[in-house]
């Protein structure tokens, strides 16, 4: 196709011509659309180059100092901190050498928080949430009227990489051991921590506390959506489930902070908010408003107990809890001179009184419901869960719609009703039973299963029903305190 004649903006191109600047050009050429790389769009930003120098030379002395030790005026000085808070401002430009905008970022460190205003005339590497950073600047100013800058945040600097010398951003990504300023403003080891309240506190009027604090663990993360505003303008806006012992919420990101939920996980990435934006209906819902600071994965001893505690509800909610792989050794268990027989009596009262016990041996039992056929029917054989939310197909894999990454998915294990023997009977799909259990129950592999006819599918269950089979199983409790395990099936025997 025969390019359009040359717009003004070709005679301006960035010195060392980037992948970004080249996508950034107006679409002149009407290209169909090209098949997928199997990236998203987030991914692809993290790694789009900008013309920020990775290698820069500072070409004076600039003292190391802690965001706390910064006074306002002229001064050549550096230091390191974590992106809390940050939002961008396009200032749309005809002139060639201005900013094309504007990225507003709270950073802190151990000590204190600072605001920048970080300039930029080409597209930015994608920054997040949580990111550490390394700024070098040679005039700190104290915000007039505090119009500008947040209380938490007082103090200012204005860089423009690209076009002053005198000042640099450096992102760590390689280099960030993930320890370096994690600790909360106040924070001290050993003390609680200062405005802490729990979400369903700041629920029911805790919000109305300046600088009140929530810590949460992020429990699924949505899926990137296009929201039109009424300029006409697009925005992405991801969703985030977030909860703590007491309440839920979503946490609604826009824009360019949506890249932050790339490096986090469901049950494991805990978000300390200081001063969120609140909106209270049916449902709770947290945002960034202009002073709100987000710590992400705070080392503090709350942040450690609330991760072990979503883990623990996120593995007993689990719609399909993975095969536990390193507790037990069923080959020793099989070699082993002592074959203990058990009946699901037996086992009961022993992981009752003695519940954080492990221990592995055989059950003989009658199946008595299989729910083969019902779950084909509903397209519900196999299943898993991505980004903390179920997933259902009578595929062995399955793209989760949030992340778009492809999932493995397992047998669901409500294809298995109850177990009985003469002393007991087990709860229907409640059984955690391996790969290996199932294709001896089955007959053949998930792959054959998810290709097998419904009628075979009927006469296999018409087979199984009601036969008694021997099962080599595991117990391991779940949970410390009273909570009674799962049972692990590791082989069946007919
Ligand atoms: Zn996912």
Known sequence: MAPQSPSIQSFFQPAAPSKAAHEARPAAVQQPP????????????????????????????????????????????????????????Q???????AAKGCVKMIIKDDTGALTIRLWYANPLPALRLGHLVTIWTSHISNSEHGTFTSSTAPLFTSIFPERDRGCHLMLHEASDDGNLCKAPLGYRPGRPLRDLITLKNFIDGGYDIVGSRILVAVKWIGGRKKVTNKKGLENDVVSVGVFDHTAEATFTLWGPTTVSVTAWKTSQTILLFTSPGWRIDRKAWISLNASTCVDV????????????????????EHTNPEFPQDIFDFEAALMSPQRVLWTLGDLDEFARAAPGERFMGYLSAIIMELNIVKYERRNML????????????????????????????RINPRLLGPLIDETGTTTGGKLIVSTRAWEQLLGRTTSELVATSTEELRTIEQRLLFLRVNLVFGWAAEEAEGNVGRLCIWEVHA
Request: charged share 30%.
């Open 34 to 89: 090209e098949p997928g790389d199997g990236f998203t769009e987030a991914e692809k930003q993290v790694h789009r180059p900008s013309t920020i120098e990775k290698t820069w030379n500072p070409p004076q002395e600039y003292d190391d100092v802690d965001i706390s030790d910064l006074i306002p005026g002229p001064g050549c000085r550096t230091f390191m901190g974590r992106i809390v808070n940050f939002f961008d401002q």
């Open 91 to 97: 200032t749309p430009s005809k002139r060639p050498r």
């Open 297 to 316: 994965d705070p080392s503090i001893e709350d942040a450690e107990w609330l991760r072990g505690f979503a883990q623990r509800i996120t593995r007993r």
């Open 382 to 409: 196999l299943c898993n869960e991505c980004c903390g939310v179920p997933l259902f197909a009578n595929l062995v894999s399955t793209k989760c719609k949030q992340c778009e990454k492809q999932v493995a998915l």
